[in-house]
């Protein structure tokens, strides 16, 4: 009896030991994003819409620039990027980088109204299960006299096969929002 109690006690700390790991495995911490800029470039114009967020969940606002203009010219075709920055770091953060390298876990959204103009996911722009990532866009602007918003969102972990959302439909992809803004539109 004594031998089994000396076994126990020798036997029960390795098990616990061995049970127990110490993980190093890379944990994917959300990233910060201050910045989301939209650029737009068609018709001889450039426009960049930007949201500047720098104190995140903090008492301000966004700070939203539209450079170049801002307005979209009425049928005029553009061709758009988007970028995501964390300006807190110093040099700037390209979480574009990042959300292209893991295309497969994010997917940007764009919402518009019909009078302002459509958009559709450029065709080069997926990932390695040929779903959209959603970086490169076309625009094409709508109905002059139009105004409203262009609502920009990343979703980490969207579900990809859901009805819709190879289309960019919002509706059915869940996952989390990374990033959401809203961008005021004008067509002339």
Do not use: W
Not at 2 to 9: F, H, P, S, T, V
Not at 93 to 116: K, P
Not at 155 to 160: C, E, M, Q, S
């Amino acid at each position: 009896m004594k031998n089994l109690k000396l076994i126990a006690l020798l036997v029960i700390p390795t098990l616990f030991s061995t049970s127990c790991s110490n993980d190093d495995s890379a944990v994917n911490e959300e990233e910060v994003i201050t910045t989301v800029r939209v650029t737009l470039v068609g018709g001889g114009q450039t426009i960049i819409l930007e949201s500047k967020d720098l104190d995140g969940d903090g008492p301000n606002d966004p700070v939203l620039t539209p450079i170049g203009g801002g307005a979209l010219v009425a049928g005029t075709t553009y061709t758009g990027s988007t970028e995501f920055l964390n300006e807190l770091e110093s040099p700037a953060e390209d979480i574009t980088i990042e959300v292209h390298e893991e295309g497969v876990d994010h997917q940007i959204f764009y919402f518009l109204g019909s009078s302002i103009g459509t958009i559709t996911y450029d065709a080069e722009d997926i990932d390695s299960n040929g779903n959209p990532i959603g970086l490169n866009f076309t625009l094409v602007a709508g109905t002059s006299g139009s105004t409203g918003t262009l609502t920009v969102t990343l979703r980490h972990l969207p579900n990809k096969t859901a009805p819709g959302v190879s289309e960019g439909s919002i509706t059915n992809a869940d996952g989390n929002t990374d990033a959401e803004v809203y961008f005021p539109i004008t067509v002339n």
